[in-house]
């Protein structure tokens, strides 16, 4: 089997812009659960439902596939399978190492989604001593000193860096020097890299605050339409009121209900 550092994905090549990449993996994770459920077919509406994406972006994306599924059958999804996996590389072994085995490098290592989607764990390396040895997700921790070597042995393109920030930066240059092209960064800074580097970052503190912004303003918005209900409440009772104090007037002349002597009668005419 080839590895990551002989083959490249052939997706700038071809030409298939990076947001249509960057929903390559949606449409995949989408056809997957398809394909385990024995789905043979299916159409754009539904296979962009489930992506989260609406089918005029989905069926512009796969014709830079060169894929226009059959009118009334839609797309064979195994084919599609298939032909995502092999444009985003993954029908090939791609050795990654995780650096820095803190919890959140230690949770990475435990993730099973690497192995099923063509990623394989070469290594898990730190900086602390006493981590050497020491056996994560069934494998041994090696330390920092040797990674260098774990790339050269490994053929290793791909680095995950969960360390502190502090080390990031650090850690991403040696990788970078012994030959890793791309770096997937879990550290909360941003990584200078020399041109042919890819970095993709995952911070989640920052998904956080995105979030924690669309709830103040969701709860700005309920505060705003309570407060707009409190003015037409008052708007409401005050025409009410003047509404009563208008069919009663001092000399009684605003009442068409009242006698020519002014008195209500007793009995209302029919």
Request: some cysteine; overall charge negative; glycine content about 10%.
């Amino acid at each position: 089997m080839a590895t990551g550092r002989t083959h490249r994905p052939a997706t700038r090549s071809r030409g298939i812009p990076e947001a249509t990449v960057a929903r390559l993996p949606l449409y995949l994770r989408a056809l997957t659960a398809l394909s385990e459920r024995s789905v043979p077919t299916v159409s754009s509406e539904e296979l962009a439902a489930a992506a989260g994406v609406n089918s005029a972006k989905l069926r512009k994306d796969f014709s830079y596939l060169g894929s226009y599924g059959t009118r009334g059958v839609g797309y064979d999804v195994e084919y599609l399978v298939y032909q995502i996996s092999r444009e985003l590389g993954l029908t090939q072994d791609w050795p990654v190492v995780i650096v820095g085995i803190g919890n959140l490098g230690a949770a990475l290592a435990n993730y099973g989604g690497f192995a099923s989607r063509g990623f394989r764990v070469a290594a898990l390396i730190d900086a602390d001593p006493a981590m050497a040895g020491q056996p994560v997700a069934g494998m041994p921790v090696q330390h920092t000193d040797d990674l260098e070597s774990i790339i050269s042995d490994n053929g290793v393109s791909i680095g995950v860096i969960s360390t502190p920030a502090g080390a990031a930066q650090q850690v991403c240059d040696r990788l970078v020097a012994a030959g890793v092209t791309s770096i997937l960064n879990f550290a909360p800074t941003v990584l200078s890299v020399p041109d042919g580097v890819d970095v993709r970052k995952v911070d989640l503190s920052i998904e956080l605050q995105i979030l924690a912004f669309h709830e103040q303003r969701k709860a700005g918005e309920d505060v705003a339409e309570a407060a707009a209900v409190v003015p037409s409440a008052a708007r409401a009772v005050a025409e009410a009121a003047a509404d009563s104090s208008a069919s009663v007037d001092g000399d009684g002349s605003g009442d068409s209900r009242k006698g020519p002597d002014g008195d209500v009668p007793a009995v209302m005419p029919a």
